[in-house]
């Protein structure tokens, strides 16, 4: 059975929040609001939400905090996302229910607004007092009686900036934990193509973050960020690298190279290595 996919309004009523004015926009100060549903099975969204709050969760496992970091996470979801939690009564924080139609233009330049496994960002005590402030001020626009919704979405646009900030700033925060990741991922690769039962097609980059226990998304910035490549050009430049070798040290057919790296037809290999290298399989063979 599908999940019914709710709209601001429909979320509202499902949360047991006050009644948002419009189908557009909703801001919730969660010290305002007493009879929130604090559990749900999973449900999908039709509209942005951004969110700062303290950790609410019944099963939270409290992360090792840095010296300077702050007990404040931010989320932002997307439509298609789906939810599901189980937390105690809050006394702290704010929710965003924003239209896509206001939105779209802006995320596209945030990869992380697609986080969809809730990779929070953990932030310090200065990023904390600026969201904080932001969300704050949003919310008191808000209450007015005919606000503003450009403000608001200014206010919007700049939780979406000083997000992205402070992403980069965690992936460097978090550099010895990540390079485990990074790691992982380069074993995990040759594991995968060294899989002496053959493979079953070219990996994704999902394959690789469900590995990780991280969203595409989340994945393939931390990946780049250390790196300078994203994933799937780590994965090419390895597939590119397995057929040169093989190309050169064996005696195995390109057809059978092909199907040996996860190349469905041996023209889509053949397309792919001239992509890379300006030579057909057969040329660079020869040469």
């Given at each position: 059975m599908t999940n019914k996919i709710f709209n601001i309004k429909e979320f509202a009523s499902y949360l047991n929040v006050t009644k948002p004015k419009n189908e557009d926009l909703l801001i919730i100060n969660y010290e305002h609001e007493d009879n929130l549903r604090l559990q749900s099975d999973s449900v999908t969204i039709d509209f942005y939400l951004l969110a700062i709050k303290p950790p609410l969760e019944k099963n939270f496992k409290e992360p090792q905090f840095l010296e300077d970091q702050a007990k404040s996470f931010m989320y932002v979801d997307c439509p298609q996302n789906n939810l599901d939690w189980d937390i105690n009564a809050p006394n702290a924080g704010y929710n965003i229910l924003v239209s896509a139609k206001y939105v779209n233009k802006l995320a596209k330049d945030y990869n992380f607004v697609h986080y969809n496994n809730h990779e929070a960002l953990f932030l310090t005590t200065d990023e904390?007092?600026?969201?904080?402030?932001?969300?704050?001020?949003?919310?008191?626009?808000?209450?007015?009686?005919?606000?503003?919704?450009?403000?608001?979405?200014?206010?919007?646009?700049?939780?979406?900036?000083?997000?992205?900030?402070?992403?980069?700033?965690?992936?460097?925060?978090?550099?010895?934990?990540?390079?485990?990741?990074?790691?992982?991922?380069?074993?995990?690769?040759?594991?995968?193509f060294g899989n002496s039962d053959g493979i079953a097609g070219l990996p994704s980059v999902a394959y690789f973050a469900q590995k990780a226990n991280l969203s595409p998304n989340y994945f393939g910035d931390l990946i780049k960020h250390f790196t300078g490549e994203s994933p799937i050009e780590h994965i090419h430049n390895f597939v590119l690298n397995q057929a040169k070798d093989k190309l050169k040290n064996t005696s195995l057919s390109i057809s059978e190279i092909s199907y040996s790296l996860g190349f469905d037809y041996p023209n889509y290999f053949a397309r792919f290595f001239r992509k890379k290298t300006g030579l057909s399989p057969k040329v660079f063979r020869e040469m």
């Amino acid at each position: 059975m599908t999940n019914k996919i709710f709209n601001i309004k429909e979320f509202a009523s499902y949360l047991n929040v006050t009644k948002p004015k419009n189908e557009d926009l909703l801001i919730i100060n969660y010290e305002h609001e007493d009879n929130l549903r604090l559990q749900s099975d999973s449900v999908t969204i039709d509209f942005y939400l951004l969110a700062i709050k303290p950790p609410l969760e019944k099963n939270f496992k409290e992360p090792q905090f840095l010296e300077d970091q702050a007990k404040s996470f931010m989320y932002v979801d997307c439509p298609q996302n789906n939810l599901d939690w189980d937390i105690n009564a809050p006394n702290a924080g704010y929710n965003i229910l924003v239209s896509a139609k206001y939105v779209n233009k802006l995320a596209k330049d945030y990869n992380f607004v697609h986080y969809n496994n809730h990779e929070a960002l953990f932030l310090t005590t200065d990023e904390e007092v600026i969201l904080w402030d932001l969300y704050k001020k949003a919310y008191h626009e808000f209450q007015k009686e005919f606000y503003s919704k450009d403000v608001i979405m200014s206010y919007i646009a700049l939780i979406l900036s000083y997000t992205q900030v402070f992403y980069d700033r965690q992936f460097d925060s978090r550099s010895r934990e990540y390079n485990s990741v990074i790691d992982n991922f380069y074993k995990n690769l040759k594991q995968y193509f060294g899989n002496s039962d053959g493979i079953a097609g070219l990996p994704s980059v999902a394959y690789f973050a469900q590995k990780a226990n991280l969203s595409p998304n989340y994945f393939g910035d931390l990946i780049k960020h250390f790196t300078g490549e994203s994933p799937i050009e780590h994965i090419h430049n390895f597939v590119l690298n397995q057929a040169k070798d093989k190309l050169k040290n064996t005696s195995l057919s390109i057809s059978e190279i092909s199907y040996s790296l996860g190349f469905d037809y041996p023209n889509y290999f053949a397309r792919f290595f001239r992509k890379k290298t300006g030579l057909s399989p057969k040329v660079f063979r020869e040469m």
